[in-house]
């Protein structure tokens, strides 16, 4: 089969698109898929250079790639809740970028959704939710929420705004009018930024979510008033150095079963048109490297997808 295949930790030199890969054989409890779509994630380069190891080890050779949304082709014993021919969307456990994977957790895909965009939901929607659950956030409180254009940072305030709350979103100019039509309140990045925050919430901010990093994590203490017991309503997914100012580095996937009924109820909802993931581009799977060097340079608006 045709898949993307690295060696060694490194630049996106290190990719190599590959024929002739074996192609996985699901083992007991298991089911195999053949990808119709592969959502691309920062997590795949950050892995890729090795940065993440303690979350996501890598074992040689490997295959990135998280998320996908394709159709089961093979069941593995005991296997009674797929088919042969379920449309899915999920996670794989063998690699993503690949005509062929072994699947971890899926769901059903919608009929009226696309593949790119099925294959686009499983990890923003999950990282998003998990981490509003983490801090707490409430109907009628107000969040600040860095990074708000991003992939994730955009399904945060649609979920959030969805459950009544208020959402002061960070992002660059260009994107602060699609923050407005998702619901949020926008404010630019830069120095200054926690002035610009409490003008935008003048009554105060109870929760932060980091989506973007870079050095944020004072700015979200001063926020919330300085004290101890505010940390545990500040969360990022973009800062490794979280522990360092007491704050929650999350980057795991929760609970299945609530990570399987959420990404069931996220999907419905993209189906129905009332939560969406902005792709920026379609490209084919021997272009992941290139896909992987757009992702690095932090200025892709929306999702970048593979096709085998």
């Not at 109907?139 to 002061?168: M, N, P, R």
């Not at 660059?172 to 919430?201: C, F, K, M, Q, W």
């Not at 490209?283 to 892709?300: D, H, I, M, N, Y």
Request: aromatic share 6%; charged share 20%.
């Amino acid at each position: 089969m045709e898949a993307i295949v690295y060696e060694e930790f490194g630049g996106p030199e290190v990719l190599r698109h590959a024929t002739g890969v074996a192609v996985p054989e699901p083992g007991p409890g298991e089911v195999r898929v053949k990808v119709a779509a592969v959502g691309l994630n920062p997590v795949d380069w950050k892995r890729r250079y090795g940065w993440v190891e303690e979350f996501y080890p890598t074992t040689f050779p490997a295959v990135p790639g998280l998320e996908f949304a394709g159709t089961v082709d093979k069941v593995g014993e005991g296997v009674d809740d797929l088919a042969v021919g379920d449309e899915v969307l999920g996670w794989t456990k063998t690699g993503a970028y690949a005509q062929y994977a072994i699947a971890g957790l899926v769901v059903p895909k919608p009929a009226g959704l696309s593949w790119a965009s099925a294959a686009s939901l499983p990890v923003a929607t999950e990282t998003a939710q998990r981490v509003l659950d983490l801090i707490g956030v409430r109907a009628g409180e107000t969040l600040f929420l860095h990074g708000a254009a991003g992939v994730v940072g955009s399904v945060g305030v649609q979920l959030a705004v969805a459950a009544g709350v208020t959402v002061i979103g960070s992002a660059s100019g260009a994107n602060h009018a699609y923050l407005r039509e998702l619901g949020a309140i926008p404010v630019e990045y830069g120095e200054g930024l926690t002035d610009r925050v409490r003008a935008a919430a003048p009554d105060g901010v109870d929760a932060v979510f980091d989506a973007a990093g870079h050095g944020v994590l004072p700015v979200a203490i001063e926020l919330l008033g300085g004290a101890e017991a505010a940390k545990e309503r500040i969360a990022t997914i973009a800062d490794v150095d979280a522990a360092k100012h007491g704050i929650t580095f999350t980057g795991v996937m929760g609970d299945p079963e609530a990570v399987r009924a959420g990404l069931t109820a996220h999907a419905r909802a993209a189906e129905a048109g009332t939560l969406a993931v902005r792709l920026a581009d379609t490209l084919p799977l021997k272009e992941a490297a290139r896909a992987q060097e757009l992702s690095e340079t932090g200025r892709v608006r929306g999702k970048l997808v593979l096709v085998p």
